[in-house]
């Protein structure tokens, strides 16, 4: 019975990651975070994996090194960058707003209530600009000169 009662609120199941509902931009940004994170924690998985095959001797170490070396993979290093950039820097906007400090001082919830998200929303702003600016500047590295 409480298997039946659990399922019947949650429908949504796996998508419910997705929904926004009426939190906006900031509930997607939570899921970047999280889907980031789970990119850099692979990233790490497969850096170590590789720097392994040092073990193994050089000739086993220069055909890792090879198999590396083609444009597929300048494209992965450029994405583990633009992922560890906004990783980084969201995560640093999600520790400001932990932390209260861009929320402001909690109010008496009087009609119409008021919420702390559009108090967050500059800050989301800053954050994406900021990332984009160096996104926008490490394309120019990577691939311009």
Do not use: C
């Not at 990783?87 to 640093?92: A, P, T």
């Not at 702390?116 to 994406?128: E, F, I």
């Not at 984009?132 to 120019?140: G, K, N």
């Amino acid at each position: 019975m409480a298997i039946v009662a659990q399922s019947k609120y949650n429908r949504r199941g796996m998508r419910g990651w997705l929904y926004a509902g009426r939190y906006g931009p900031e509930r997607y940004l939570y899921f970047l975070q999280r889907l980031s994170g789970l990119g850099l924690l692979l990233y790490l998985f497969l850096h170590l994996l590789l720097t392994a095959t040092r073990i193994f001797g050089p000739t086993v170490w220069e055909g890792a090194m090879a198999l590396v070396a083609g444009p597929l993979f300048k494209l992965g290093e450029y994405l583990v960058l633009a992922a560890f950039t906004f990783h980084g820097l969201n995560g640093l906007r999600l520790i400001i707003i932990e932390l209260g400090w861009a929320i402001g001082q909690p109010s008496r919830q009087d009609y119409p209530y008021t919420t702390s998200v559009m108090r967050q929303r500059p800050l989301v702003y800053l954050a994406m600009t900021l990332i984009a600016i160096l996104l926008l500047v490490a394309t120019i590295d990577f691939y311009l000169v």
